[in-house]
């Protein structure tokens, strides 16, 4: 089955400062969505990459995915308190598969 | 963001007693799902459900029963209730499956069972 490793398990920075978040497969994907989790909340949808290579920006927050689509990082620019958090990828094992699978998180603290 | 209400959104109960949590969704998915989320295991998939009264198990479905009669309700049922159910859990919806299909979620559940 396929599993998903996030690295690091957690990360705290000083605000301004950048930080990336990766996520590795150990098959390809089909799919890599990235969520945010604040304490006591339910996840938010952040971003979709579905084609190796490709990237998308949303504000201050890029995602990548590698030629490969097995692994995926997430990089954020000039980072503030409003950043912290659990941030979450989740992946399908196949293109019509409904059974996520989600890595274990990297949990986010920036220091104002 | 998608509307998707889960209740309660926190309950205590005793071992041995039945609990039933409901997700409701107001954007007519298709696709509708139940997870826990626990501390060392992560977001684990326990129903999911691609129509109304159709089902099927997820990783962590033993103990767990869910119904769907319409499109909008998924149940997530608790038979009787024991300790190791103590969790988070959070439905999520889809409109489609596979690669090209994010899922949303609600905002959770907290079950504690003593």
């Known amino acids: 089955s396929q599993e998903l490793e996030q690295s690091p398990q957690s990360l705290i920075v000083q605000e301004g400062k950048n930080l990336t978040i990766n996520c590795t497969s150990s098959?390809?994907?089909?799919?890599l969505y990235w969520y945010k989790q604040k304490y006591g909340e339910g996840l938010i949808f952040l971003m979709m990459?579905?084609?190796?290579?490709e990237e998308k920006s949303h504000e201050k927050i890029t995602a990548k995915l590698d030629e490969k689509k097995q692994q995926s990082s997430l990089h954020i620019t000039a980072s503030q308190p409003s950043h912290a958090g659990i941030y979450l990828c989740?992946?399908?094992?196949?293109?019509?598969?409904?059974?996520?699978?989600f890595g274990p998180g990297t949990r986010l603290s920036v220091l104002p | 963001d998608a509307g998707i209400t889960q209740s309660p959104r926190h309950k205590v109960t005793e071992t041995g007693t039945p609990v039933t949590l409901r997700c409701h969704q107001t954007?007519?998915?298709?696709?509708m799902y139940w997870y826990r989320q626990d501390p060392g295991h992560g977001l684990r998939l326990i129903h999911y459900?691609?129509?109304?009264?159709?089902?099927d198990k997820g990783e962590v479905s033993d103990g767990y029963s869910v119904s769907r009669s319409k499109t909008e309700d998924f149940l997530l049922t608790l038979e009787s209730a024991t300790s190791s159910q103590t969790s988070v859990y959070f439905c999520?919806?889809?409109?489609?499956?596979?690669?090209?299909?994010?899922?949303?979620f609600g905002d959770g559940t907290r079950l504690s069972i003593l």
């Open positions: 999520a919806i889809s409109e489609r499956a596979g690669g090209n299909q994010p899922q949303h």
């Open positions: 098959k390809t994907l089909y799919g």
């Open positions: 990459l579905q084609k190796g290579g």
């Open positions: 989740g992946a399908v094992p196949n293109n019509y598969g409904q059974n996520f699978v």
């Open positions: 954007e007519n998915h298709r696709y």
């Open positions: 459900s691609y129509g109304v009264k159709d089902t």
